[in-house]
């Protein structure tokens, strides 16, 4: 079968000489060659997420890590931070993890506010908040230095984000942010195959997982810290996965972390100038659009699965129809990962192609 370029939000397309790192030998996952392995691409993690605590590999998607956060820093009650769909199903999830979730709750395509987290957590009581950095369902960033502001003024309710969409593609300063648990997976932004998640923790949260009841053990937070303590992982790794993320840190590393910033920031903004030339307009708010993906709205009304047939059987490539609810109202297009101005430049030129004449 012929090979269909994605653009999707993710899975997005990965290399072959990333593909080509999980044909390495399988190596044992207890034995001193993955412990090399492990030991060898740890201070780069910590580079990425920056910060000076460990990082840890999950054999799961990043949903695994997120769950693993609530039942690790949850006592009893979380803020869910909501502005789309996955934003909004983590409140499902803390709820059937048998906590007191409540949301804060603004509509799709709107950003999480400073003032109204403020006004939310001046009630009291909350353990934790959660927050998904860049909203792949609506093509939302919320604003992350600013809500850690507010964070930073209730020291004793924890600050959990998921980055999977945007970690390594802007800037997120762990430490200096004072996230709690960081997280991302490894089929967005990172440009690998489904499989893999990592995350950090802070040491604020080791404390609350050390009185949590009910951690489990696949994602209990204390059995990574001390697995990783010895370059290992609490259960079998998918190891060719670890070999992959060895070579796309490679990658990442050559071109530049700023460079790499810029980069996204160039290609959405060739994304962006496509739009607005086509008369199309965005879903997100001004300001608070992703660098690594475009929610387009639909306000021309065209067929937007006629669109995708289009890309598909004249240029083997697609593009996202719409997440959920905005499905056929939007359209999505990723410019994350290991797209440059070439692929970018090739996918507008095939956009221009399939689209319907006004």
């Known amino acids: 079968m012929s090979h269909v370029k994605l653009f999707i939000p993710g899975p997005v397309e990965v290399s072959a000489k990333t593909f080509a790192a999980f044909s390495r030998p399988m190596i ?29 590999l999950s054999t799961s998607s990043a949903w695994g890590v997120m769950e693993a956060a609530i039942r690790n820093l949850v006592p009893e009650r979380v803020l869910c931070c909501m502005c789309g769909a996955f934003s909004d199903k983590w409140l499902d999830v803390s709820r059937r993890c048998g906590k007191k979730a409540e949301a804060l709750q603004v509509e799709w395509g709107k950003p999480i506010r400073p003032e109204a987290l403020d006004q939310a957590l001046a009630q009291g009581g909350f353990d934790a908040v959660t927050l998904i950095h860049n909203e792949t369902s609506t093509g939302v960033v919320n604003p992350l230095v600013h809500l850690a502001k507010v964070l930073a003024k209730y020291p004793e309710v924890l600050f959990i984000v998921d980055s999977v969409s945007s970690f390594s593609a802007v800037p997120i300063p762990m430490d200096d942010l004072g996230i709690d648990v960081l997280l991302t997976g490894s089929q967005k932004a990172l440009a690998l195959p489904p499989g893999l998640a990592l995350f950090s923790a802070s040491d604020k949260a080791f404390a609350r997982a050390e009185k949590a009841k009910d951690r489990g053990y696949y994602f209990d937070f204390l059995e990574f810290r001390k697995n990783q303590e010895s370059d290992m992982t609490p259960s079998t790794p998918s190891i060719a996965h670890i070999h992959a993320l060895e070579s796309k840190l490679d990658d990442i590393f050559a071109e530049g972390i700023e460079a790499r910033h810029a980069r996204h920031a160039r290609l959405n903004g060739m994304v962006h100038d496509w739009v607005q030339k086509n008369g199309f307009e965005f879903f997100a708010d001004e300001g608070f659009r992703s660098k690594t993906l475009t929610c387009v709205a639909n306000n021309r009304k065209i067929d937007v699965a006629a669109l995708i047939a289009a890309l598909k059987s004249r240029h083997n490539c697609i593009i996202d129809g719409g997440y959920g609810k905005l499905k056929g109202n939007t359209f999505r297009i990723s410019n994350m990962g290991d797209e440059t101005d070439e692929t970018i430049g090739r996918l507008l030129e095939w956009l221009d192609d399939a689209l319907p004449s006004r």
């Open 28 to 56: 044992g996952h207890r034995g001193n060659d993955f412990k090399a392995l492990y030991r060898a691409i740890h201070p780069r993690l910590q580079q990425l997420f920056q910060t000076k605590q460990p990082v840890f």
